[in-house]
């Protein structure tokens, strides 16, 4: 049977489009990407932690994206003055359900958000807005550019499943304005951008990895960023 992938739900709204409707709602790419990559993708509700145990248990692996800023009270910090948008029900959904995940060694794929998410589930922290970091020279919110454009380099480590996939270094797209700052001890820094924002994280026997772009934005027409979602499937696929 195909691997089924829980995706941690997007909560919005209400939404005037929508009848002023709350809305969970994961982008469309992450769902292609999970699929094409032979897994079943499934959205998950992130109101109710009680469900995160059995939830576990069911399923093969775990997807988190993008989406609102993580908030910091998470890591020990009061908001800062450019902290964007944050929803404390779902960073404490994602946070329990990246702990039980590990703990059941099941894997997860962290996008963006989702590898910050995971940074500090496993005790690290993060730069609110990359004001804060000293040496930044890279522009790491690429917008107004489209999505599917890559607009920065990475260089990779070796002797990682991403050095497999894109050898020393590639181009990627990048909308960030947080970023990882203390590296939990959890994982290793995999890839980096020129100004030495962490842009990978990696963890091979508890089975996490983290990127900071958007590969379900740059699949369709750079495939390699496919293999980024393979990595999770197969690993659901070798727990069955
Ligand atoms: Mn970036």
Redo the contacts with the bound molecule.
């Keep these: 049977m195909r691997p089924v992938i829980g995706i941690g739900g997007t909560p919005i709204g209400p939404i005037k489009q929508l009848a002023n409707n709350p809305v969970t709602y994961t982008p469309q790419g992450y769902l292609d990407a999970i699929s094409a990559s032979g897994g079943i993708p499934l959205v998950l509700n992130p109101r109710d932690p009680k469900e995160i145990n059995e939830l576990v248990m069911r399923l093969d692996g775990f997807m988190l994206t993008g989406g609102q800023d993580v908030s910091p009270l998470f890591y020990g910090e009061e908001p800062h003055q450019k902290l964007g948008t944050t929803n404390y029900q779902r960073d404490l959904y994602e946070l329990t359900l990246t702990k039980a995940a590990l703990a059941a060694n099941k894997p997860i794929l962290g996008i963006c958000r989702g590898m910050q998410i995971i940074n500090v589930a496993l005790g690290g922290t993060l730069y609110q807005d990359l004001g804060e970091k000293a040496d930044l020279a890279?522009k790491?919110q690429q917008f107004p550019t489209d999505w599917n454009q890559p607009t920065?380099s990475l260089q990779f480590c070796d002797n990682t499943p991403l050095h497999q996939l894109f050898g020393d270094s590639t181009l990627?797209n990048?909308f960030?304005h947080e970023a990882i700052k203390d590296l939990a001890a959890g994982w290793q820094a995999i890839a980096t951008?020129k100004d030495g924002?962490i842009?990978a994280t990696y963890n091979q026997s508890a089975k996490l990895l983290g990127v900071?772009?958007h590969p379900e934005r740059l699949f369709p027409t750079h495939p390699e960023h496919l293999g980024i979602f393979k990595w999770v499937v197969d690993q659901a696929a070798n727990n069955q």
Excluded: L
């Design positions: 890279v790491h920065h990627v990048s960030h951008s924002v842009e900071q772009w």
